[in-house]
């Protein structure tokens, strides 16, 4: 059974950078298109950035932009998503998610979920 595990999370100011990691096990890692999504109170879930099984191909959500920075490496079985300038909406619970298949943008189609990690950004 394949698992994710996220770390990395915090507290953090304006303008500041955060790393976050995420990973898999019981799965053959190179098969996942990975993604990650993020979750603000009272908000529905919002794609922030995926990539492809190999890492050549990423999509990136409208609001991440410029900023968020996602990666991966097959061979420690763990995706990355590199933050910076953070701001206070990126203040959300961040989850890594895996799919099968090349779409990097069917996101129902990811149906393996992390727990999620908390980022907040203070003004």
């Known amino acids: 059974q394949v698992q994710l595990v996220e770390s990395g999370g915090g507290w953090v100011q304006t303008g500041d950078s955060l790393r976050l990691s995420c990973e898999v096990s019981?799965?053959?890692?190179?098969?996942?298109?990975m993604g990650w999504f993020r979750q603000a109170p009272g908000k529905e879930r919002e794609f922030v950035a995926s990539i492809s099984r190999m890492g050549d191909r990423y999509y990136y959500g409208d609001s991440v932009k410029g900023r968020f920075t996602i990666s991966r490496d097959n061979a420690q079985n763990t995706v990355f998503l590199q933050m910076i300038s953070l701001k206070p909406e990126d203040t959300a619970v961040y989850y890594c998610?895996?799919?099968?298949?090349?779409?990097?943008?069917?996101?129902?189609?990811?149906?393996?979920w992390g727990q999620g990690t908390q980022v907040t950004v203070s003004s």
């Open positions: 019981g799965g053959t890692f190179s098969k996942y298109v």
């Open positions: 998610a895996a799919k099968e298949g090349t779409s990097l943008t069917s996101y129902v189609s990811f149906r393996v």
